[in-house]
T-cell receptor, first 118, second 118 residues
Framework: QQQVKQSPQSLIVQKGGISIINCAYE??????FPWYQQFPGKGPALLIA?????SEKKEGRFTISFNKSAKQFSLHIMDSQPGDSATYFC?????????????????FGQGTILTVHP | DSGVTQTPKHLITATGQRVTLRCSPR?????VYWYQQSLDQGLQFLIQ???????AKGNILERFSAQQFPDLHSELNLSSLELGDSALYFC?????????????????FGPGTRLTVL
Protein backbone atom coordinates (compact mmCIF):
# COMPACT_ATOMS: atom_id res chain seq x y z
CA GLN A 1 0.00 0.00 0.00
CA GLN A 2 3.03 2.22 0.30
CA GLN A 3 4.04 1.77 -3.31
CA VAL A 4 4.39 4.49 -5.90
CA LYS A 5 4.55 3.23 -9.47
CA GLN A 6 6.28 5.35 -12.11
CA SER A 7 6.35 5.08 -15.88
CA PRO A 8 8.01 5.04 -18.31
CA GLN A 9 11.40 3.74 -17.16
CA SER A 10 13.08 5.75 -19.90
CA LEU A 11 12.02 8.49 -22.26
CA ILE A 12 13.64 10.04 -25.30
CA VAL A 13 12.36 13.40 -26.48
CA GLN A 14 13.51 15.86 -29.11
CA LYS A 15 14.49 19.36 -28.10
CA GLY A 16 11.40 21.51 -27.87
CA GLY A 17 9.10 18.57 -27.29
CA ILE A 18 6.94 17.71 -24.31
CA SER A 19 8.12 15.13 -21.78
CA ILE A 20 5.43 13.37 -19.75
CA ILE A 21 6.11 11.09 -16.79
CA ASN A 22 3.33 9.37 -14.89
CA CYS A 23 2.97 8.08 -11.37
CA ALA A 24 0.27 6.17 -9.51
CA TYR A 25 -0.08 5.61 -5.81
CA GLU A 26 -2.18 3.37 -3.58
CA UNK A 27 -2.10 4.92 -0.14
CA UNK A 28 -4.90 7.48 0.13
CA UNK A 29 -3.20 8.96 3.23
CA UNK A 30 -0.51 10.49 1.03
CA UNK A 31 -0.92 14.26 1.01
CA UNK A 32 2.28 15.60 -0.52
CA PHE A 33 3.59 14.72 -3.98
CA PRO A 34 7.00 16.06 -5.00
CA TRP A 35 9.04 15.47 -8.11
CA TYR A 36 12.80 15.26 -7.84
CA GLN A 37 15.44 15.65 -10.53
CA GLN A 38 18.74 13.84 -10.23
CA PHE A 39 21.86 14.31 -12.33
CA PRO A 40 24.60 11.67 -12.37
CA GLY A 41 26.75 11.86 -9.26
CA LYS A 42 24.40 14.27 -7.51
CA GLY A 43 21.68 14.04 -4.93
CA PRO A 44 18.01 14.41 -5.88
CA ALA A 45 16.85 18.02 -6.06
CA LEU A 46 13.25 19.12 -5.60
CA LEU A 47 11.74 20.27 -8.87
CA ILE A 48 8.09 20.92 -8.06
CA ALA A 49 5.52 19.59 -5.59
CA UNK A 50 1.75 19.49 -5.22
CA UNK A 51 -0.82 18.82 -2.54
CA UNK A 52 -4.11 17.01 -3.30
CA UNK A 53 -6.28 20.10 -2.82
CA UNK A 54 -5.29 21.37 -6.29
CA SER A 55 -5.40 19.60 -9.64
CA GLU A 56 -2.52 21.38 -11.32
CA LYS A 57 0.57 23.34 -10.42
CA LYS A 58 2.85 25.10 -12.87
CA GLU A 59 6.34 26.45 -12.34
CA GLY A 60 8.01 27.68 -15.49
CA ARG A 61 8.24 24.82 -17.98
CA PHE A 62 7.27 22.23 -15.36
CA THR A 63 3.67 21.29 -14.57
CA ILE A 64 2.22 18.71 -12.22
CA SER A 65 -1.24 17.37 -13.01
CA PHE A 66 -2.98 15.62 -10.14
CA ASN A 67 -6.02 13.32 -10.30
CA LYS A 68 -7.10 12.46 -6.77
CA SER A 69 -9.91 10.08 -7.74
CA ALA A 70 -7.61 8.07 -10.00
CA LYS A 71 -4.72 8.32 -7.53
CA GLN A 72 -2.42 9.45 -10.29
CA PHE A 73 -0.16 12.41 -10.91
CA SER A 74 2.12 13.35 -13.73
CA LEU A 75 4.97 15.67 -14.60
CA HIS A 76 4.92 17.59 -17.86
CA ILE A 77 8.07 19.29 -19.10
CA MET A 78 7.28 21.74 -21.84
CA ASP A 79 9.86 22.83 -24.43
CA SER A 80 12.23 20.11 -23.23
CA GLN A 81 15.92 21.04 -23.40
CA PRO A 82 19.09 18.91 -23.52
CA GLY A 83 19.90 20.29 -20.05
CA ASP A 84 16.75 18.57 -18.76
CA SER A 85 18.36 15.18 -19.44
CA ALA A 86 18.39 13.56 -16.02
CA THR A 87 16.58 10.98 -13.91
CA TYR A 88 13.23 12.08 -12.56
CA PHE A 89 11.60 10.61 -9.49
CA CYS A 90 8.07 11.06 -8.28
CA UNK A 91 7.46 10.61 -4.58
CA UNK A 92 4.73 10.75 -1.99
CA UNK A 93 4.53 11.30 1.73
CA UNK A 94 2.03 12.01 4.48
CA UNK A 95 2.06 13.75 7.79
CA UNK A 96 1.11 11.81 10.84
CA UNK A 97 -0.50 12.97 14.02
CA UNK A 98 -2.43 16.12 14.74
CA UNK A 99 0.09 18.91 14.42
CA UNK A 100 3.56 18.50 15.81
CA UNK A 101 6.41 17.20 13.78
CA UNK A 102 6.04 16.16 10.19
CA UNK A 103 7.24 12.64 9.65
CA UNK A 104 7.23 13.03 5.92
CA UNK A 105 9.29 10.03 4.86
CA UNK A 106 9.26 9.93 1.08
CA UNK A 107 8.15 6.89 -0.89
CA PHE A 108 9.76 7.11 -4.32
CA GLY A 109 8.83 5.80 -7.72
CA GLN A 110 11.45 3.79 -9.59
CA GLY A 111 12.61 6.74 -11.65
CA THR A 112 12.52 7.78 -15.32
CA ILE A 113 15.67 8.40 -17.30
CA LEU A 114 14.93 11.33 -19.60
CA THR A 115 17.12 12.01 -22.61
CA VAL A 116 16.47 15.14 -24.64
CA HIS A 117 18.16 15.10 -28.05
CA PRO A 118 19.33 18.43 -29.48
CA ASP B 1 24.06 23.39 -3.41
CA SER B 2 21.32 22.14 -1.08
CA GLY B 3 23.14 23.11 2.10
CA VAL B 4 23.23 19.49 3.27
CA THR B 5 26.73 18.07 3.55
CA GLN B 6 27.76 14.44 3.61
CA THR B 7 31.11 12.84 4.22
CA PRO B 8 32.88 10.93 2.91
CA LYS B 9 31.96 11.20 -0.76
CA HIS B 10 33.30 7.75 -1.53
CA LEU B 11 33.98 4.78 0.71
CA ILE B 12 35.52 1.49 -0.32
CA THR B 13 35.69 -1.28 2.23
CA ALA B 14 35.63 -5.04 2.59
CA THR B 15 32.89 -7.44 3.58
CA GLY B 16 32.44 -7.78 7.32
CA GLN B 17 33.70 -4.30 8.06
CA ARG B 18 31.92 -1.39 9.74
CA VAL B 19 31.64 2.16 8.40
CA THR B 20 30.15 5.44 9.55
CA LEU B 21 28.56 7.94 7.21
CA ARG B 22 28.13 11.51 8.38
CA CYS B 23 25.52 14.12 7.52
CA SER B 24 25.16 17.77 8.47
CA PRO B 25 21.68 19.17 7.81
CA ARG B 26 20.86 22.61 6.50
CA UNK B 27 21.09 25.34 9.08
CA UNK B 28 17.85 25.40 11.07
CA UNK B 29 16.57 22.01 9.90
CA UNK B 30 15.72 19.67 12.75
CA UNK B 31 14.72 16.58 10.75
CA VAL B 32 17.23 14.28 9.12
CA TYR B 33 16.31 11.40 6.84
CA TRP B 34 18.54 8.65 5.47
CA TYR B 35 17.86 6.99 2.12
CA GLN B 36 19.60 4.20 0.24
CA GLN B 37 19.76 4.24 -3.56
CA SER B 38 20.61 1.06 -5.43
CA LEU B 39 19.99 -0.10 -8.98
CA ASP B 40 17.60 -2.86 -8.02
CA GLN B 41 15.76 -1.21 -5.10
CA GLY B 42 15.72 2.40 -6.22
CA LEU B 43 15.53 5.10 -3.55
CA GLN B 44 14.41 3.65 -0.24
CA PHE B 45 13.80 5.38 3.06
CA LEU B 46 15.86 4.01 5.91
CA ILE B 47 15.29 6.10 9.02
CA GLN B 48 14.33 9.58 10.25
CA UNK B 49 15.46 11.60 13.24
CA UNK B 50 13.93 14.76 14.60
CA UNK B 51 15.85 16.88 17.07
CA UNK B 52 17.80 13.91 18.33
CA UNK B 53 14.96 11.42 18.51
CA UNK B 54 14.14 8.59 16.13
CA UNK B 55 10.78 9.33 14.47
CA ALA B 56 10.28 6.83 11.68
CA LYS B 57 11.88 3.66 10.46
CA GLY B 58 11.79 2.12 7.02
CA ASN B 59 13.35 -1.03 5.66
CA ILE B 60 16.52 -0.57 7.64
CA LEU B 61 18.54 -3.70 8.35
CA GLU B 62 19.38 -4.60 11.94
CA ARG B 63 23.07 -4.28 10.99
CA PHE B 64 22.44 -0.59 10.33
CA SER B 65 21.90 2.04 13.00
CA ALA B 66 21.80 5.80 13.14
CA GLN B 67 21.76 8.65 15.58
CA GLN B 68 21.38 12.40 15.63
CA PHE B 69 23.58 14.43 17.91
CA PRO B 70 22.81 17.61 19.91
CA ASP B 71 24.39 19.74 17.16
CA LEU B 72 21.87 18.03 14.81
CA HIS B 73 24.40 16.25 12.64
CA SER B 74 23.60 12.61 12.05
CA GLU B 75 25.60 9.46 11.54
CA LEU B 76 24.58 6.24 9.83
CA ASN B 77 26.50 3.20 11.01
CA LEU B 78 26.67 0.15 8.78
CA SER B 79 28.21 -3.00 10.23
CA SER B 80 28.99 -6.55 9.09
CA LEU B 81 28.95 -5.20 5.58
CA GLU B 82 27.88 -7.41 2.70
CA LEU B 83 28.36 -7.02 -1.04
CA GLY B 84 24.70 -6.10 -1.35
CA ASP B 85 25.17 -3.06 0.85
CA SER B 86 27.03 -1.34 -1.95
CA ALA B 87 24.88 1.65 -2.82
CA LEU B 88 24.54 5.40 -2.66
CA TYR B 89 23.46 6.65 0.75
CA PHE B 90 21.72 9.99 0.89
CA CYS B 91 20.89 12.18 3.79
CA UNK B 92 18.09 14.73 3.52
CA UNK B 93 16.93 17.40 5.92
CA UNK B 94 13.77 19.40 6.37
CA UNK B 95 12.59 22.22 8.58
CA UNK B 96 10.38 21.35 11.53
CA UNK B 97 6.67 21.44 10.78
CA UNK B 98 4.76 23.21 13.47
CA UNK B 99 1.20 22.62 14.61
CA UNK B 100 0.42 26.18 13.57
CA UNK B 101 0.68 25.16 9.96
CA UNK B 102 3.96 26.84 9.17
CA UNK B 103 6.83 24.92 7.73
CA UNK B 104 7.26 22.71 4.74
CA UNK B 105 7.60 19.10 3.77
CA UNK B 106 10.46 19.89 1.41
CA UNK B 107 13.39 17.61 1.90
CA UNK B 108 16.79 18.80 0.75
CA PHE B 109 19.19 16.05 -0.24
CA GLY B 110 22.92 15.98 0.25
CA PRO B 111 25.36 14.85 -2.45
CA GLY B 112 25.47 11.32 -1.08
CA THR B 113 28.11 8.82 -0.04
CA ARG B 114 28.94 6.08 -2.51
CA LEU B 115 29.71 2.91 -0.58
CA THR B 116 31.49 0.07 -2.34
CA VAL B 117 31.87 -3.22 -0.48
CA LEU B 118 34.45 -5.56 -2.00
Amino acid sequence: QQQVKQSPQSLIVQKGGISIINCAYENTAFDYFPWYQQFPGKGPALLIAIRPDVSEKKEGRFTISFNKSAKQFSLHIMDSQPGDSATYFCAASHRRGAGGTSYGKLTFGQGTILTVHP
Amino acid sequence: DSGVTQTPKHLITATGQRVTLRCSPRSGDLSVYWYQQSLDQGLQFLIQYYNGEERAKGNILERFSAQQFPDLHSELNLSSLELGDSALYFCASSVAWSSGGAGTDTQYFGPGTRLTVL
